[in-house]
């Protein structure tokens, strides 16, 4: 585009009479680098607009409230808990035998094990009658002396 | 109207809210909860949306206005206060970088202009509405905006020239 055009079009610009279609001439005039050096401002006006427009928000936008979320939460929380009880009631009343029958054989398992403790305590206690016949031959032997 | 056709009609010019509000309250994180605040506000109204013509004019409108009402209540509060402190900070280490940067200095020139020529600016040269939306959005006649438009291209040129001229000397 010949220069005479492009300093009419800017004049028209100035006084914001140019059409959205002649603004869009200047703007790709002015970003092909080849720029008269009379019009330097021009350039940098029109290179701060494209790169204006290009800027874009990252953050996507959200539609429900947090309120709203909080909501479905305490719903969504006791509902929860409902379920939990009633299974658990349901398991307390329909499995009680078999609840005693674990807690029986459970039993029987302690009952073993301690026994097994008592026998060899017992075991240690008979250790401990050979240490008292050995102080008193000890204490013997002290006497005599 | 469901949630799928809301956002079909909105949401191709979400990028167009949130740079008019970045333009407003220059900083992004601000300008990124507005839009938010913005889409909230539409999604709360949406039966009376398909009783406008131009939804996205509207919408323009309603960001002006909330972005305003934000600055407003920044100025009573002692957020400006903040705020100003952290520019100087921020000048003394920028401005020698930015100064060679003319792309930036025009930044700082449309951030300077009153709040009306900014708008004009944002709308017309950024986003390429013509005259006759811009004056709905702002509730302006048409000749108006174009005054409001030349003053701010005018102004940015000159200042622009002066810096050139200035930085030869």
Redesign the interface.
């Known amino acids: 585009m010949e220069l005479s055009k492009i300093e009419q079009l800017l004049e028209k610009y100035l006084n914001a009479e140019t059409s959205l279609q002649e603004e869009a001439t200047l703007k790709n005039y002015f970003s092909t680098g080849n720029v008269a050096p009379h019009l330097q401002e021009y350039e940098s006006m029109f290179g701060y607009f494209a790169i204006s427009k290009a800027e874009t928000s990252a953050k996507p936008i959200q539609l429900n409230t947090k309120k709203k979320n909080w909501k479905w939460l305490s719903v969504a929380a006791s509902v929860a808990l409902l379920v939990s009880v009633y299974v658990g009631g349901g398991f307390g009343s329909g499995g009680g035998p078999s609840e005693d029958e674990i807690a029986k054989a459970q039993y029987a398992e302690v009952m073993s094990t301690l026994k097994l403790l008592s026998t060899t305590l017992n075991k240690g206690n008979e250790a401990m009658g050979n240490l008292y016949a050995y102080e008193n031959t000890v204490n013997k032997i002290l006497k005599t002396k | 109207m469901n ?1 799928s056709d ?2 079909k009609s909105v ?1 191709p010019f ?2 167009k809210v ?2 008019l509000a ?1 333009r407003l309250l220059v900083s992004t994180e601000e ?2 909860d507005a ?2 605040e913005l ?2 506000k539409l ?1 709360r109204n949406k039966e009376k949306l398909a009783n406008y013509k131009n939804v996205e004019a509207f919408a323009m409108t309603m960001t002006k206005n909330y972005c305003f009402d934000r600055l407003k209540s920044k100025q009573a509060s002692n957020l400006t206060l903040v705020h100003s402190n952290y520019k100087e900070k921020e000048t003394a280490l920028e401005t020698k970088i930015e100064q060679r940067d ?6 700082e020139l449309i951030d300077k202009l009153p709040e009306q020529q900014k708008l004009v600016i944002q709308l017309r ?4 509405y ?1 005259f006759e939306e811009i004056g709905k959005m702002l509730d302006l006649k048409p000749t108006a ?3 409001a ?2 003053r701010a ?2 102004t ?2 000159q200042e ?2 002066k810096q ?1 001229n200035y930085g030869i000397i």
């Open positions: 949630q809301f956002l949401l979400k990028d949130f740079r970045k300008a990124e839009t938010q889409y909230f999604w003319s792309v930036s200095q025009v930044h040269d950024i986003e390429q013509d905006v174009r005054v438009l030349s291209r005018k940015i040129r622009l020239v050139h």
